[in-house]
C-alpha cells in the first residue's frame, strides 16, 4: 500500500476540504470518516471499485445527501451544504453518470429549469452558445433532448454545469458512455477549466484515464480513504492495487483454436426501433463460432439493446430464418424455445431482468434452469432447485446468505456471478452475455472473465457485447463494432488495436476500404 | 334549430362534470401519480354538497366546501402514497371504496330529500346581449367555471415555470430531484387540486344536474374520467373534446328515449360505458403514441408491457 | 426530535402477519370514537357488531354464507393480483355468471334432475369467464388497462340484469315486483344444517381454497405468475408469456365470481333481483389485499368481512345505523391495511437533528 503522500497547498487554503464525513445506511457504512482537500485548480481524481462509497460521497458534497457527522470546509469556511440549489450558489457544479435530462424538453429548457428564477430563455441561449464555444462543446440550444446522442447530452449536462461559474467542478463517471477520441476532447475541455482556475473531482475507476488527466488522487476502498497519490507518478498497476488492496487477478488466455461449426447465425437482420427512443438495426450480420468468443463494442444507444433483444427472443423478429441457432432457424421464436436449442443468455440488468430483487437465489435459479428437473409434471421439484442452486453458489464462489437469500442482498459482483454461473450450469451451446462486469468489483469481473474463457475453451459459442474495450481485448477472438444500428466485419484480435475500434465506434473509419473518412465532431454520432 | 341548440345544451351539461374530474386528474397524472378514486373523492363531494347546501341554502358555498371535501380526501391518498409509499393503484381503490362507503353513510339522512335553495338566475341583462344572450342564460355558471379551469389549467402548464416543474416531475422524478425540486411537494399540490376538482365535480352532480342525493349517484362518472385522460393522452384540449363527446353520449340516451325509438332504456344507459371501452382500446392499440406522451412512471400503468 | 421513515433492510416477516391485525385493530378503534361521537353506547355498540350477530347457530350459518363468496372471489382476484392484473370487473363477473345461471334455472328447473344445478354451476362459471375474458383480451391484444375496461363492463354487466329482471325475466305472479320466479327447489343447493341458511356451496369454496394453495404455492404456473406480477422484464427474460399471465388472471376471478354467482341465487335469495349480490365483487379485493393474496389469509379475511357486513345488518336494527355503515368501515379498513403495510418495508425511527458544524479557525 503506497503511503499516504500529502499534496502541498501554496495558495492558501484549499477550495474544497472534508474532514470525517460519516454517513451510514442500513445495510452498509458508505463513507466512514472521509478526508478529503481539493486545490484551487487542480484536478482531483476520487478512485475506488464500485461500491466504495465515491457517488455517496459526492451527493453528500452536492446536496443531495445529508451526511450523518463531519464537516464540509468550502475555501476554508465550513459551510452545510443543504440542496443542490444551494451547493450551485456555492459554486459546486455536477454532472451526474446518468444524466438528469428531460426527454421531451429543449436544450434552453432543461437548462432553464436547472436555475433559480426565471431566466429569459432568449439570453439563456446566448450564453449557450459562447460557453460552448469557448470549451467545444457544440450544441444547438434548441434541440430536443430526446433526439440527440448520449455524447451530445453530456455535453449539456456540462453546459448546465458551467453556466452557473462553478469553482468546483464534479464529474461522476464521465467517460463511460464515450469512444477513446472523445475522451480525449472531454480531456482538452478539462484541462482549460483547471487552467480558468476551476477545480474538478473526477470520480472513475478507469487508471489510465486518471493517470493521463489528474493531478491527485484520493482512493477510497469499502468506504475508507486508504491512500492519496499523485497518478503521474504512479503505474496503472499500483494504483489499482490500492484500490483492491491485493494484486490483480490476471487471467489464462485462451488456448485451443475456434472450430468451424457455425452455432449462431444473424443473417442481414433489419428491424425498427422498438420504442421512442430506440435505434433501428441495419442489416446486421454476425457469426460465431463454436470454441470462439466474438466481442461487440460500442457505446450503448446504438442498437445493442435491440439487437440483443432480437438474438434472446424477448422480441422476436418477424422473419424467422434471419437469426439461426445451431441450424434452426430462430428469429420468430420466444426465449423459452430458443433455450431448449440450447441459447442461454445473460442480460445487462441484473435486478429487474436477470434475476427477480424480492425472490431467493433458489427461486431465481428457477428463472431459466426450469428446463431440467426441476419442474416435474408442472409441479416444482424443491429439492432439484435448491441442488443446482447450491452447486452454483459453490462453483461460482457467491458470496451470499445461502440459497435462501434474497437476490437484492448480494453485492452487483456476486448476483453477476451467480446468474453467469446460473447459465453456464445449464451447458449451454450458445452464450450471450451483454456488460459482464459492468458494476461489478475487480475481483469477481477477473473471476467472470476466466469463467467465460474456460466456457470457450470447452466448446461453447460466446457473445460478448461491452462498453469496455480493456475487458473485450482481454477474452476476445474476433471483435466487431456496433454503431448506430448497423455492425461492423468481425476482425481477429490480432489484426486490430484499440485506436481503430476507437475509431470505427464514431462511425467515421471504414476498415473496408482501407482509409479512415473525417467527417465530425469525434464523438459518438 | 331549437332542437339542436337543445342538443348542444343538454351535452355541455353532461359534460361538465366530466370536465372538471378528467382536468383534475390530467393535473393529478402529469405529475406522475395515477390516483384511482376520482369515483369516490366526487361522490364524496356530492353528499358535501348536497348536505351544506340544504342546511344553509347557499348552493355556492355547498360547492366551495365539497371542494375542499375532495381536497381532504385526496390528501389521505397522498399521505399513502407519497410520505409513506404505499401501492398508488391499490391505495386509489381503496380511495374510491373508501369514498362510496363514506359518502352512502353520510348521505342517508337525504335521501329523497329536496333542495330548496334559490335557483341560480342571471343578471337581466345578460338574456339581452345579441345572438348568444338567449343561450347563454340556459348554462349554469359552474359549466362557465369549467371552461375557466380549461383556460387556468392549459396556462399554468404550458406558460408557467410551475407548470414546467410540475410537467418535468412527471416525466422524470429522479432527475426532478437531482437538479433539486421537491418531487414530494409538487405531487402533494398536484394531488390536492385533483380532489379539488373531483369534489366540484361530485357537487355539480348533486346541486345543479339533479338536485337530488342518491347511493352511487356519479354512476362510474369518475372511471370514465380517468379513461378520458388517457384518450386525451394527457393533454387538456382532448379532454375538453372527450368529455364532451361522453355529454353526447349521453344526451343521445335521453334523446332517442324522447323520439320513442324502441330501444331498452337499459341499452340506452349501457352506451357511455361501452363507448369508453372503445375509446380506450382505440388510444392504447398505439404504444409509441402513449409512451411519447404518457408521464413516464404511469406509462407502465397504461402501456403495459412497458 | 423528527419521525423518519428507513427503509429496512429485508421485509419484516412479522409485520407481514401483524400488519392485518393492526389495520382490524385501528378500524375498530375507529369505530368506538364514531359511536361515542354519534352518541351510542360504544360497548354496547361493540357488541352489536362483533358478538351479537353470530351469538346463535343460525348466525354462525349466515357468517359462513356470506363468507363463502367472499372467500371464492377472493382466491380468484388473488391469483391475477399476484400477477398484477387488476380485475376489479369480479362484481360485473358474477351478475353475468347469475344471468347465464339463472337462465338456465328458470328455463329448466321445473323439469326437474339432479342435472340442474350442475348445469347452473357451469353455466355460471362460462357466464364470469366470458365477461373476463373481454377486459383480458382487450389487455393482450390493444394494451386496454383492464382496471377500466373491467370496471366499465360491471356497469353494463348490471344494466342487463336489470334489464331482465324487470323485463322478460319478472315474475308474472309477483306483484310487478322487480324479481324472478323463485327457483325450482332442483336448482337450489341442499342445505348442510338445519336451522341455517348453509348450504353446500361453502364445500365449493373449501375446495376452491385447496386448489388454489397448490396452483400458487406448488406448481410452475404459480410459480409464473408470481414474476409475472414481481417484475415484468423478468418474466420475459424467462420466456414466460405475459399474455398467458392476463388470461390466466383474469379467467381466474371470472370463474370464481361466476360460480359464487350461482352460489347467491342458488342459495340464500333463491331468486334474481335486479342486483345481484350487495357488492361482494368489490367487498373481495379488500378480502384479497387483507388475506395477503395466501388462501389462508383470505379465509380468515373473508370471514372477517362477512362479519362487517352482519353487524352492518345488526346496526341497522338494533342501532338504528344506516346498514351503509358496512362499506364505510370497508374502507377504513382498507386504508389503515395500506399504511399498516408500510411497516413491512420500512422502521420508523426517532432521530435528533445533526448537531450544527462548528466554525474553523484557518
Given at each position: 500500500m503506497a503511503a499516504p503522500v500529502s499534496i502541498a497547498f501554496p495558495n492558501g487554503a484549499p477550495r474544497l476540504e472534508l474532514r470525517g464525513i460519516c454517513k451510514r445506511y442500513p445495510s452498509v457504512l458508505a463513507n466512514d470518516l472521509i478526508n478529503l482537500r481539493v486545490a484551487p485548480g487542480e484536478i482531483h481524481a476520487v478512485l475506488g471499485e464500485n461500491g466504495a462509497g465515491k457517488s455517496t460521497l459526492m451527493k453528500i458534497i452536492y446536496g443531495l445527501v445529508k451526511a450523518d457527522s463531519g464537516e464540509l470546509l468550502w475555501g476554508g469556511e465550513a459551510v452545510s451544504v443543504t440542496s443542490p440549489a444551494q451547493a450551485r450558489r456555492l459554486g459546486i457544479g455536477m454532472v451526474f453518470q446518468h444524466f438528469s435530462l428531460f426527454e421531451t424538453l429543449t436544450v434552453v429548457e432543461n437548462i432553464a429549469l436547472g436555475m433559480t428564477g426565471k431566466p429569459d430563455l432568449a439570453t439563456l441561449s446566448a450564453q449557450i452558445v459562447s460557453v460552448s464555444e469557448r470549451y467545444g462543446l457544440p450544441v444547438d440550444p434548441d434541440r430536443l433532448v430526446h433526439t440527440m446522442s448520449v455524447g451530445e447530452r453530456q455535453r449539456v449536462e456540462i453546459i448546465r454545469a458551467l453556466l452557473l461559474n462553478p469553482r468546483l467542478l464534479i464529474m461522476d463517471e464521465p467517460t463511460s458512455v464515450l469512444t477513446p477520441q472523445a475522451v480525449e476532447k472531454l480531456f482538452e475541455t478539462l484541462r482549460q477549466l483547471s487552467d480558468d482556475g476551476c477545480s474538478i473531482l473526477y470520480i472513475s475507476h478507469k487508471l489510465h484515464e486518471i493517470k493521463a488527466l489528474c493531478h491527485a488522487a484520493t482512493v477510497m476502498r469499502a468506504g475508507r480513504v486508504i491512500g492519496v497519490c499523485d497518478p503521474r507518478q504512479e503505474s496503472p498497476r499500483s494504483m489499482a492495487k490500492m484500490m483492491v488492496g491485493a494484486d490483480l487477478p490476471v487471467c489464462r488466455p485462451s488456448s485451443i483454436a475456434a472450430a468451424t461449426e457455425r452455432c449462431l447465425v444473424v443473417d442481414k437482420l433489419t428491424r425498427a426501433a422498438d420504442s421512442a427512443f430506440g435505434t433501428a438495426l441495419d442489416q446486421v450480420e454476425l457469426v460465431v463460432h463454436a470454441g470462439e468468443i466474438v466481442g461487440i463494442a460500442g457505446v450503448s444507444g446504438n442498437g445493442q439493446r435491440e439487437l440483443l433483444t432480437a438474438l434472446s427472443g424477448e422480441t422476436p423478429i418477424s422473419e424467422n430464418n434471419r437469426i439461426e441457432l445451431l441450424g434452426t432457424p430462430v428469429g420468430a421464436a420466444d426465449p423459452s424455445m430458443r433455450r431448449r436449442l440450447g441459447l442461454c443468455f445473460v442480460p445487462e440488468e441484473r435486478l429487474g431482468r436477470g434475476a427477480v430483487p424480492t425472490l431467493s437465489l433458489a427461486e431465481n435459479a428457477l428463472l431459466t434452469a426450469h428446463d431440467g428437473d426441476m419442474v416435474q409434471g408442472g409441479l416444482l421439484n424443491f429439492g432439484a432447485i435448491t441442488a443446482f442452486t447450491r452447486r452454483c453458489i459453490e462453483e461460482f464462489q457467491v458470496k451470499c446468505g445461502g440459497p435462501n437469500a434474497e437476490a437484492r442482498s448480494l453485492s452487483g459482483g456476486n448476483l453477476q456471478k451467480f446468474i453467469i454461473g446460473r447459465e453456464v450450469l445449464q451447458k449451454p451451446k450458445v452464450l450471450i452475455v451483454s456488460q459482464p462486469t459492468w458494476g461489478v468489483d475487480v475481483g469477481a469481473a477477473a473471476f467472470i472473465r476466466q469463467t467465460l474463457i474456460d466456457l470457450r475453451n470447452s466448446g461453447t459459442a460466446i457473445l460478448v457485447i461491452s462498453e469496455e474495450l480493456d475487458e473485450l481485448f482481454e477474452i476476445c477472438d474476433r471483435i466487431a463494432v456496433m454503431a448506430k444500428g448497423r455492425l461492423s466485419k468481425p476482425i481477429p484480435m490480432a489484426e486490430t488495436d484499440l485506436t481503430e475500434i476507437g475509431l470505427m465506434m464514431t462511425g467515421l473509419s471504414k476498415r473496408q476500404e482501407g482509409r479512415a473518412t473525417q467527417f465530425g465532431s469525434g464523438d459518438r454520432p | 334549430m331549437e332542437t339542436l341548440s337543445a342538443i348542444l345544451i343538454a351535452t355541455l351539461v353532461a359534460g361538465t362534470p366530466l370536465v372538471f374530474a378528467a382536468l383534475g386528474e390530467l393535473v393529478t397524472e402529469r405529475s406522475g401519480v395515477l390516483n384511482l378514486g376520482v369515483e369516490g373523492m366526487m361522490l364524496f363531494g356530492a353528499v358535501t354538497a348536497f348536505a351544506v347546501t340544504y342546511t344553509t341554502h347557499n348552493l355556492w358555498l355547498g360547492v366551495f366546501v365539497a371542494a375542499f371535501a375532495g381536497a381532504a380526501l385526496s390528501a389521505v391518498f397522498a399521505f399513502l402514497t407519497l410520505t409513506l409509499n404505499a401501492n398508488q393503484v391499490a391505495s386509489g381503490l381503496a380511495l374510491a371504496i373508501f369514498g362510496a362507503g363514506a359518502s352512502a353513510f353520510l348521505g342517508k339522512p337525504y335521501v329523497g330529500v329536496a333542495l330548496t335553495h334559490e335557483p341560480f338566475e342571471f343578471a337581466g341583462w345578460v338574456s339581452g346581449i345579441p345572438v348568444i344572450g338567449s343561450f347563454l342564460v340556459q348554462l349554469h355558471p359552474l359549466v362557465y367555471l369549467s371552461w375557466a379551469m380549461f383556460g387556468g389549467v392549459v396556462w399554468f402548464l404550458y406558460r408557467t415555470r410551475a407548470g414546467l416543474v410540475l410537467r418535468a416531475v412527471g416525466e422524470s422524478p429522479t432527475s426532478a430531484h437531482s437538479v433539486g425540486y421537491p418531487v414530494n411537494t409538487v405531487r402533494l399540490y398536484a394531488v390536492l387540486f385533483g380532489g379539488a376538482m373531483a369534489g366540484i365535480a361530485g357537487a355539480y352532480l348533486a346541486v345543479?344536474?339533479?338536485s337530488l342525493w342518491t347511493e352511487g349517484m356519479t354512476a362510474g362518472r369518475g372511471w370514465i374520467a380517468l379513461a378520458l385522460v388517457v384518450f386525451a393522452t394527457w393533454r387538456p384540449e382532448r379532454v375538453l373534446l372527450g368529455a364532451y363527446l361522453f355529454g353526447g353520449v349521453t344526451t343521445t340516451q335521453l334523446f332517442a328515449q324522447g323520439a320513442g325509438i324502441p330501444v331498452p332504456p337499459e341499452m340506452m344507459s349501457a352506451l357511455p360505458y361501452l363507448a369508453t371501452i372503445v375509446v380506450l382500446v382505440l388510444i392504447s392499440r398505439n404504444p409509441t403514441l402513449v409512451q411519447l406522451n404518457a408521464p413516464a412512471p404511469l406509462g407502465k400503468l397504461f402501456h403495459g408491457e412497458g | 426530535m423528527k419521525v423518519k421513515l428507513e427503509r429496512r433492510a429485508e421485509p419484516s416477516q412479522i409485520m407481514q402477519y401483524l400488519s392485518p391485525l393492526i389495520a382490524v385493530g385501528l378500524t375498530a378503534l375507529t369505530g368506538l370514537c364514531m359511536f361515542i361521537a354519534m352518541g351510542k353506547d360504544p360497548a354496547s355498540a361493540f357488541y352489536v357488531f362483533t358478538v351479537q350477530p353470530i351469538e346463535n347457530l343460525y348466525g354462525v350459518g349466515e357468517l359462513l354464507i356470506k363468507a363463502s363468496p367472499l372467500i371464492l372471489i377472493a382466491l380468484g382476484l388473488a391469483v391475477g393480483f399476484r400477477a398484477n392484473v387488476w380485475n376489479i370487473g369480479a362484481e360485473g363477473q358474477l351478475t353475468v355468471g347469475v344471468i347465464f345461471s339463472g337462465a338456465v334455472a328458470l328455463l329448466c328447473g321445473s323439469q326437474g334432475g339432479f342435472w340442474v344445478l350442475p348445469a347452473m354451476l357451469i353455466a355460471g362459471a362460462f357466464g364470469g369467464m366470458v365477461w373476463a375474458a373481454i377486459p383480458a383480451f382487450l389487455r393482450t391484444r390493444f394494451n386496454a388497462n383492464e382496471i377500466l375496461t373491467s370496471l366499465m363492463l360491471t356497469y353494463v354487466a348490471q344494466l342487463w340484469l336489470s334489464y331482465l329482471i324487470y323485463g322478460p325475466w319478472r315474475d308474472p305472479a309477483g306483484f310487478n315486483f322487480p324479481q324472478s320466479e323463485p327457483l325450482a327447489s332442483s336448482a337450489m343447493f341442499p342445505i348442510l344444517i338445519e336451522g341455517t341458511r348453509l348450504n353446500a356451496s361453502v364445500l365449493i369454496t373449501l375446495a376452491a381454497a385447496v386448489l388454489t394453495w397448490f396452483v400458487l404455492k406448488r406448481s410452475f404456473v404459480g410459480y409464473q405468475l408470481q414474476v409475472a406480477g414481481l417484475s415484468e422484464a423478468a418474466a420475459r427474460y424467462a420466456g414466460f408469456s405475459h399474455r398467458r399471465a392476463v388470461w390466466i388472471g383474469m379467467l381466474a376471478g371470472g370463474v370464481a365470481a361466476g360460480i359464487a354467482g350461482v352460489g347467491e341465487i342458488a342459495g340464500p335469495l333463491g331468486q334474481l333481483f335486479p342486483?345481484?349480490?350487495?357488492?361482494y365483487g368489490f367487498a373481495a379485493i379488500i378480502v384479497a389485499f387483507l388475506g395477503r393474496l395466501q388462501p389462508i389469509g383470505i379465509v380468515l379475511g373473508g370471514l372477517l368481512i362477512s362479519l362487517l357486513y352482519l353487524s352492518g345488518e345488526a346496526a341497522q336494527m338494533t342501532l338504528n345505523l344506516p346498514s351503509a355503515i358496512t362499506g364505510l368501515f370497508q374502507g377504513v379498513l382498507l386504508f389503515f391495511l395500506l399504511g399498516a403495510d408500510v411497516l413491512i418495508n420500512y422502521r420508523v425511527r426517532m432521530i435528533s437533528e445533526t448537531p450544527v458544524l462548528k466554525r474553523v479557525v484557518a
Open positions: - | 345543479v344536474y339533479t | 342486483t345481484a349480490s350487495p357488492g
